[in-house]
């Protein structure tokens, strides 16, 4: 989404349940926090735990940036409340979700692999502007 030639080169909207990052005018991340009531798949939401994800839409894992993604579905990763050094304590999997990112990846051919990158999406919603 491109929001207008003169646009800032790096800005962060923010409302109180989702924020945006826009660089050259192109939303380049989007994240639901605190009250967000939407649902991811019809089942997930801001509060389900990482044991939720698991029962409902599949295993997650840690990516090389220690993101908490849902494998074979790219382009989401998760935060959640707490500090969790070792994923091998199983207590993260009840840990509340406290924020959902939406990303894409990057197909490489050439080197057969991907990446994330940020999403270019559209979302209609009043937001403040912060500098």
């Given at each position: ?7 800032p ?18 939303v ?39 993101n ?13 409340e707490?500090?969790f050094?070792?994923?091998?304590d ?21 080197r ?20």
């Open positions: 989404m491109n929001l207008s030639p003169s646009f080169l790096n800005v962060w909207y923010r409302s109180a349940m989702v924020d945006l990052w826009a660089i050259e005018g192109n380049e991340q989007i994240m639901v926090h605190d009250g967000y009531r939407g649902k991811l798949m019809g089942t997930i939401s801001l509060g389900s735990t990482i044991a939720d994800i698991e029962r409902y839409i599949g295993s997650v894992e840690e990516d090389e940036e220690d908490l993604v849902i494998r074979d579905i790219p382009g989401l990763f998760f935060e959640i707490g500090y050094p070792d994923l091998k199983q207590a993260f999997r009840f840990a509340p979700i406290k924020e959902i990112y939406v990303v894409s990846l990057i197909i490489d051919p050439a057969n692999q991907c990446s994330m990158t940020l999403k270019s999406i559209s979302h209609q919603n009043h937001f403040s502007r912060l500098y």
